[in-house]
């Protein structure tokens, strides 16, 4: 059982930067891939980025590519994601999710487990 919780959301203006984070609990942490996902309202969840289980392999949706950033420490059995020139098409809740397989994956639904969201908002 993996519990996660993700913080460091807030309020930015467009060009601006945030860094999300994400907290696991457990002792395998390092064994999961992980992933960001992002929810906007009246919209289906989407895949943001992934990061191995080494931190070694990453992989970025198309509308991020070059301004975020996915990384992980499992020292500290935790996640990030630095966001920088910020747009307000990036606002949305944004997820963490643990995938078990320790594969990189971009689906929603293939991942075990799942933060409650925190919100990022971005204004123009």
């Known amino acids: 059982q993996v519990q996660l919780v993700e913080s460091g959301g807030g309020l930015v203006q467009a060009g601006g930067s945030l860094r999300v984070s994400c907290a696991a609990s457990g002792r395998t942490f390092s064994t999961y891939s992980m992933g960001w996902f992002r929810q906007a309202p009246g919209k289906e969840r989407e895949f943001v980025a992934a990061?191995?289980?080494?931190?070694?392999?990453?992989y970025y949706a198309d509308s991020v590519k070059g301004r975020f950033t996915i990384s992980r420490d499992n020292a500290k059995n935790t996640m990030y994601l630095q966001m920088n020139s910020l747009k307000p098409e990036d606002t949305a809740v944004y997820y963490c999710a643990a995938d078990y397989s320790g594969v990189i994956r971009t689906v929603v639904v293939v991942y075990d487990y799942w933060g409650q969201g925190t919100q990022v908002t971005v204004s123009s």
């Open positions: 990061i191995s289980p080494s931190g070694r392999n990453l």
